[in-house]
Nanobody, 127 residues
Framework: QVQLVESGGGLVQPGGSLKLSCVAS????????IGWFRQAPGKEREFVTA????????NYADSVKGRFTLSRDNAKNAAYLQMNNLKPEDTAVYYC????????????????????WGQGTQVTVSS
């Protein structure tokens, strides 16, 4: 079992920045794949970014490329999502996801491919 706890959400103005944290327990971060998804009211859960243990480079949704950065700190068993130049359309609950199975690239975009989920943290971008 893997437990995930997200934190770092809040209210920011357009153009601002936030850094989200996802702390994992039950397995070391180096042995699992980590992803970030987001969900706005009335919308499906949307892929944001993912880091696979088999790849050295995270992949990103087109909507966040150049603005969001996923990083991992194995010593702290944590993953982070640095969000810059935030836009109102980034407003959503952000979820950390994990799996121990080792996903292929095409599977990372699908929420149903991930096994474990955090409780979510709210990000609101508004002036």
């Amino acid at each position: 079992q893997v437990q995930l706890v997200e934190s770092g959400g809040g209210l920011v103005q357009p153009g601002g920045s936030l850094k989200l944290s996802c702390v994992a327990s039950g397995r070391t971060l180096r042995n699992i794949d980590i992803g970030w998804f987001r969900q706005a009211p009335g919308k499906e859960r949307e892929f944001v970014t993912a880091s696979r243990r088999s790849s050295g480079t995270p992949n990103y949704a087109d909507s966040v490329k150049g603005r969001f950065t996923l990083s991992r700190d194995n010593a702290k068993n944590a993953a982070y999502l640095q969000m810059n130049n935030l836009k109102p359309e980034d407003t959503a609950v952000y979820y950390c996801a994990a799996t121990t199975r080792g996903l292929i690239l095409s599977s990372t975009w699908r929420a149903d491919q991930w096994t474990y989920w955090g409780q979510g943290t709210q990000v609101t971008v508004s002036s």
